[in-house]
């Protein structure tokens, strides 16, 4: 599935890592989870264990690219770089 079909099928779990105080400043998009990217090791096994496609997102999609590559060498199945939360926002 593409990150275009997911979000249609509005079946997914959305993870901000982006850091508290960006949240606070720029805004955020409602019902996602914010695990900032220096957590995402230690909370690895939250993330592992939704079992529906996990899109991570971040200011510009950099920080969520690292995130998913880490936790697709983890085993994570259905991960997603959604990219930058703006552009994300207006996707969805």
Same mark, same amino acid.
Do not use: H, T
């Given at each position: ?26 805004? +955020? ?32 999609? +950099? ?8 936790? +697709? ?20």
């Amino acid at each position: 599935m593409s990150l275009e079909e997911v979000i249609k099928s509005g079946n997914y779990e959305l993870i901000d890592v982006r850091e508290p105080m960006e949240l606070e400043m720029d805004g +955020n998009i409602e019902g996602a989870k914010n695990i900032p990217l220096g957590e995402v090791e230690d909370r690895q096994d939250e993330i592992l264990s939704i079992e529906k496609p996990v899109i991570l997102f971040c200011r510009s999609g +950099n920080r969520s690219g690292k995130a998913l590559e880490y936790l +697709n060498s983890q085993g994570l199945k259905e991960g997603y770089n959604g990219g930058g939360w703006a552009e994300l926002k207006s996707a969805l």
